[in-house]
């Protein structure tokens, strides 16, 4: 009786730090980086390492009017200052960085490549995401925004429309924020 008393206790334990880990492993969100390629950029990098990789192939530069005093875009060097990414710093470490995919005018290029996005997350390891929208208002244009949150990634998918104008626009971007 004494041994299977024992047995059943050892087994409690065991289960218990079982069960234990893998709330652990459920809780803990993974670490997440953004890949300009070639560049990979993480959380927590000095800025001047992340402006110095990133200039040996793009144009950064300083971005008024960013959510972070201290933000910068990223452009591509050759043809014209098409704004591919954007970063944001505090106290000279990377806290936040948006990379923009380029979609074309159709209904499919959107869905594909926010499913190619989730995809992503989901095999970086990403698969406890809430899902949210919402409008903006400015005083030239109206903004539907979905916002797809999963710890320190993400994705954003806005449509802007001009008020006053026929001219409506959609952008995707993967999201990198320290939470």
Request: glycine fraction near 8%; hydrophobic fraction near 45%.
């Amino acid at each position: 009786m004494k041994s299977l008393l024992r047995l059943l206790a050892v087994a409690a334990v065991i289960a218990a730090q079982a069960i234990c880990a893998a709330a652990q492993k459920k809780t803990t969100s993974p670490a997440g980086d953004l890949e300009f390629t070639p560049v990979r950029i993480s959380l927590g990098m000095p800025k001047n390492r992340v402006i110095a990789e990133l200039s040996e192939d793009f144009d950064v530069s300083p971005w008024k009017g960013g959510d972070i005093e201290d933000s910068w875009a990223i452009s591509q060097k050759s043809g014209g200052q098409f704004v591919v990414g954007q970063l944001g710093f505090v106290s000279g470490v990377l806290v936040g960085a948006s990379k923009f995919w380029t979609i074309e005018d159709s209904a499919y290029d959107l869905a594909h490549t926010v499913s190619l996005l989730i995809d992503q997350l989901h095999n970086e390891g990403f698969t406890h995401c809430g899902i949210a929208t919402r409008k903006e208002a400015a005083p030239k244009s109206e903004s539907d925004i979905l916002t797809i949150d999963c710890g320190q990634k993400g994705i954003v998918v806005q449509a802007d429309q001009l008020r006053g104008k026929d001219a409506k626009f959609a952008e995707v971007r993967e999201t990198l924020w320290a939470r």
